[in-house]
Each structure stands twice: as C-alpha cells, then as structure tokens.
C-alpha cells in the first residue's frame, strides 16, 4: 500500500473519457501519464483542453507503458476485452466502463484474468454508489421495505442516441450500442446488487436503424419479479427505477432523486452526504488500489448484468 499518486492511463477521450480525464487531471492522488485515442480530433480537443499531456493515437501504448499503475478504459465495448485483459496481465488495475463486454466469452476471459492476476478490477456504474441506491440497499437490508415483491425499471428516450452520445457512432448501432447496454446496465447492477443474480424468464427486443426501439423482460431474482420495458418513442426521457416492499417501496426517478411510497403516496426523501459521481467513483478507484474496501462493482459482478442484458439480444 503507498499514499503515491496513482499513475494512471486513459483509453479512450470520447464523452465519457474526457469526463473522467478532467476529474483525474485534478485529483492529487492521481497523475495522468498517458491517454489515447485512435481519433486525431479527440486527440486534438484534448491537446487544447490539456497542453503538456502526453498523448498517443496507439492504446496499446498505454496498456504496455511500464510505469503504469493502472488504466481507466472508455473505448467502445468491443474493445474492453483486448484492453483490460492486456493491461491486468501486464500488472495494471483496470477501470472500465460498463459494459463489461459484449461477447460471453471475452467477458468470461477478463473474469478469468482478473481472479488470476488478483488486480483490482471495477467497472464505472452509476449506481454503485449514488446515495439513493445507497439508501434502497440499506432499507432492504435492515428490513424496513418488509418483504421485497418486484422491481420495476422503465426507459423512455425520444431519441437514440442521445445528443451527447451522437459523436460516438457506435452508440447507435445493434452490435455493440442500443439502451439497453447504455443505459440499461446500470440498473441491472442496481437490481443484481439489492437483490442478487437475475435469472431469464422472458426477453423481448425490436430494432431500429439506431439500435433498440422497444424492449420487454421479465426476470427472476430468486423469486422475485423484476420487469424492465424500455421504447425509444415520443415523450420526457424517462429513467425510473422501482422496489415494491410489503412495508415501503422505493422509487429512484432521473438517475438520483429517491421517493418512499406507502399508502399515502410517494414523498421525496432528502439525502445527506456526497450524491456520488465520477469523481467519488475514480477516487474510490485509487483507495481501492491502495487496498482500501470498495464498493465499486468488480467484473464478476459486471459479467452477471451482461448475461442479463445479452439475453435480449440473443433472443431476437
């Protein structure tokens, strides 16, 4: 363990890389050695948002670099696999976005890797730590929902991709994009976490040029009923995320805000404490690779949403 800033590189400088590479740019415990893009304009955007950093249109530069402690990986899903697994067997911790991959095999692979190599490995969930899951996840388990009866997840997105995502063309596309693994992840986790591994009853999925237009499953998490519907159709952007208890239910609505519904109706809870962003979630990262406990999700944990989330697309 070493209170040294973490050495870190950065794969991929899209949305969500930049993002991340502005937050660890900032924090003291980490030092950005190199990030990577195989985009010039990505590359070019950030020379200009960061002079001085050292940069490359090759990530498998980064992975290789010998004085790395760890990588953070923002490049399609397609690529994950690749990256991580090249990084942890080169000795580096892996930070990843979510999806964990798209293929059953290569998810298995960086599983396979990561309890191998022993390195921390973490995928970048919203939800992991957002205080209203955090709040859900300790209500179930101090019994205060009473016994749990389902969970409910409903998307609404009246377009796909969304206007921040629409550089990255991959977004769209049935291969590797589409809600479900975008945006549906992240509550699969949810559920997976508050509930355990959810079991296939029943998947259904339509297509558009843009990826999913509608999709429809049904879920057992040990018994319990866990439905998602998603369309992609006119109408508010919707994310709303619902756990029924026989004593309260809970309701997470726009990523973050928690209402506690009963017989009187649903009331807005007022959270204390840090809402829980990129910024908690990267430095939870570095405590992690200092050997702290964490509550970020690991690949195991990444590898049972995207059995769940495949589903769909397997069955269509």
Known sequence: MT??????????????G????????????????????????????TRIAHPGLALTNDPTEVVSHPELDAVYIAAPPVTHAGYAIAAMKSGKAVFCEKPLAVDFQEGEEMVAVAEATDLVNALNYTLSDRSAAVEVLRAVRTGEAGDILGVDIRFLFPEWPREFQ?????????????????????????????????????????????????????FSADGI????????????????????????????????????????????????????????????????????????????????????????????
């Open 166 to 218: 629409k550089d990255a063309l991959w977004v769209a596309g049935r291969e590797q994009g589409g809600f479900l693994r975008e945006v549906g992840s992240h509550y699969v986790f949810l559920t997976d976490r508050v509930l355990g591994p959810l079991t296939p009853l029943h998947t259904e999925v339509t297509y558009g040029e843009n990826g999913e237009s509608t999709a429809t499953g049904l």
């Open 18 to 45: 930049a993002e991340m590479l502005a937050i660890a740019v900032a924090l003291p415990d980490v030092t950005v050695v190199l990030a990577a893009d195989p985009s010039e304009s990505a590359l070019e955007r």
């Open 225 to 316: 009923p866990v439905r998602l519907t998603g369309d992609v159709a006119a109408g508010p952007e919707t994310y709303t995320w619902t756990l029924y208890g026989s004593q309260r239910s809970y309701r997470i609505t726009d990523w973050g805000d928690l209402s506690v519904g009963d017989a009187d109706g649903w009331k807005p809870v007022e959270l204390t404490g840090p809402r829980g962003g990129e910024d908690t979630r990267l430095a939870e990262f570095v405590r992690a690779v200092r050997g702290y406990p964490s509550t970020l999700a690991d690949f195991a944990a990444g590898l049972r949403v995207q059995q769940a989330i495949e589903t769909f697309h397997a069955a269509a």
């Open 3 to 16: 209170d040294l800033p973490l050495r870190l590189g950065v794969i991929g400088l899209g949305a969500m």
